[in-house]
C-alpha cells in the first residue's frame, strides 16, 4: 500500500493563479481531509469528507474548494492564490471505526509570491 | 469554537533527562490523540486516549487523558535524540480533530 500520496511536494504560485493539490489513498478510507500547516500554529482544519459525494468545511476553508467523487481521491482547489496561502498542506484520511487513527500524507509546500 | 493548548511551544533538553508536554482544552473531548511530526517531515499518529483517567505506555513514552476528559499529557523518560520532533495533541470535537499547536522538543547529546 502506497498508504497517502500528494501532488506536488513543491509550487510556487503568483498572486491570483488557481492550482489543484492532489491527494489519493489505497487504504478505503471513508474520512478525508486537508489541513494547513503554519509556524507556531499547530494544523488547522480546511475542508473536510466523510465518503464520496460528502464535503463539509472546518477552520479555516475561504480560498479552497473541494471535492470527492470516489473514495481515493480528494483534491483540493486554491481558486485565486494569496500570499496568506502560502503553507504547507498536509492530506489526511482515516477510517470511521474505532481508531480514528489519521494517515498523513507527505505534504505539498506551496508558496504564493 | 473549540481550542486546544499546548505548552510548552518549545523544550530543549540533554539526552538522558525527562521531558513532558501538557494539552488543555477548552471544552470536554471525545477522545485526544498525540502525534510526533519529524523535521521536514509529516504528522505520525502515536497514540488515542479516550476514557477519563487513562494511562498508557509505549517504551519510554507515557500518554495520559484527564479525569474530566479535557486535558492531557505526554511523558518521555531518559530522552535519545531519535526523540527530536513536534509533538500535537489532538482532541475530537464531533467528526473532527483540532490539533494543538505543538511543543518542538530539541535533544542536545
Known amino acids: 500500500n502506497a498508504g497517502v500520496t500528494q501532488t506536488p511536494k513543491f509550487q510556487v504560485l503568483k498572486t491570483g493563479q488557481s492550482m489543484t493539490l492532489q491527494c489519493a489513498q489505497d487504504m478505503n478510507h471513508e474520512y478525508m481531509s486537508w489541513y494547513r500547516q503554519d509556524p507556531g500554529m499547530g494544523l488547522r482544519l480546511i475542508h473536510y469528507s466523510v465518503g464520496a459525494g460528502i464535503t463539509d468545511q472546518g477552520e479555516v476553508p475561504n480560498g479552497y474548494n473541494v471535492s470527492r467523487s470516489t473514495t481515493e481521491d480528494f483534491p483540493l482547489r486554491l481558486l485565486s492564490a494569496a500570499p496568506s496561502q502560502t503553507s504547507v498542506y498536509f492530506c489526511?484520511?482515516?477510517?470511521?471505526?474505532?481508531?480514528?487513527?489519521?494517515?498523513f500524507g507527505p505534504g505539498t509546500r506551496l508558496t504564493v509570491t | 469554537g473549540q481550542q486546544v493548548m499546548q505548552i510548552p511551544q518549545y523544550q530543549h533538553v540533554q539526552e538522558g533527562e525527562d521531558f513532558t508536554t501538557y494539552c488543555n482544552s477548552s471544552t470536554t473531548l471525545s477522545n485526544i490523540q498525540w502525534y510526533k511530526q519529524r523535521p521536514g517531515g509529516h504528522p505520525v499518529f502515536l497514540i488515542q486516549?479516550?476514557?477519563?483517567?487513562e494511562v498508557k505506555k509505549q517504551k519510554r513514552l507515557t500518554f495520559q487523558f484527564g479525569e474530566a476528559k479535557k486535558n492531557s499529557s505526554l511523558h518521555i523518560t531518559a530522552t535519545q535524540t531519535t526523540d527530536v520532533g513536534t509533538y500535537f495533541c489532538a482532541g475530537r470535537y464531533g467528526q473532527n480533530f483540532v490539533f494543538g499547536p505543538g511543543t518542538r522538543l530539541s535533544v542536545l547529546p
Open positions: 486516549l479516550v476514557k477519563s483517567g
Open positions: 489526511a484520511s482515516s477510517n470511521q471505526g474505532q481508531a480514528y487513527e489519521q494517515y
